[in-house]
């Protein structure tokens, strides 16, 4: 159920759909072709525990991804609850604080499971001007590099952050933490994520885990999609 360190597969594909019909067509599509799948808000408060058991079903590791940021005994009972729930990784947000955030440890820690936990840095559709707007001026590598160290002197096993940021966090913590990166792009498109690289660009600066959903869900053909990915980080390597 739960991915290696190292995953010899490091996509894991973001099923941002509601329809469970949708998700379990895609997830039965691309089971073997990736490492495993991530679900997300939008999933999961359409379908619910019984709807993430149904895609774990389909035998691959499974990443929720709710983004936790509230008080800290309202995430400490969350994240007891998520700890039922057969995924591997789930995230809260660093800016939640420490108390927050050893809370969660806490609480993953006395439900026995090898539930990861991630800290969600600057979303990786902020860029500085957004930031600057929220009156939180500064270097965003800055921003995140503060966010992670709070994060993982808290005790959380890793980081998500943009794939911008990566090389940075990797200089100042090591190999230890778990890095999770999404806005993997070919090349910087139209949508709504900004601080995007390509996957090999990414998995070369340290990334452990490419978390890619658009890129392989709005494809034409998933699996081909999916595929290529992973043939061009074959080839980078
Ligand atoms: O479709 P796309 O490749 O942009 O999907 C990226 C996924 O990663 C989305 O599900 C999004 O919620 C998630 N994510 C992100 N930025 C973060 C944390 C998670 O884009 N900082």
Known sequence: MFPDRAPSNPIF????????????????QLRGR????????EFFLANGPDGVRAVAAEGMPLFLDL????????????????????????????SGGAAMLRA???ARDESGTPLRLLAVTVLT??????????????EVTDRVLRLAAVALEAGIDGLVCSPLEVAAVRARFG???LLVVPGIRPAAGPDDQKRTA????ALGAGADILVIGRPITAAADPRAAADGIRRGLAEAV
């Open 175 to 177: 190999d230890a933490p």
């Open 125 to 138: 559709s902020l860029e500085e001007p957004d930031l600057a707007a929220l009156g939180m001026t500064g």
């Open 104 to 106: 969660a440890r806490r």
């Open 13 to 28: 594909c973001a099923l941002d759909r509601a329809d469970p019909e949708a998700v379990l067509g895609l997830a039965r």
């Open 67 to 94: 983004k936790l940021h509230d008080i800290p005994n309202t995430v400490a009972g969350a994240v007891r609850a998520i700890a039922r729930l057969p995924v591997a990784m789930t995230t809260l947000h660093a």
């Open 34 to 41: 990736v490492g495993g799948f991530k679900l997300g808000l």
């Open 198 to 201: 390509s996957a090999s660009a």
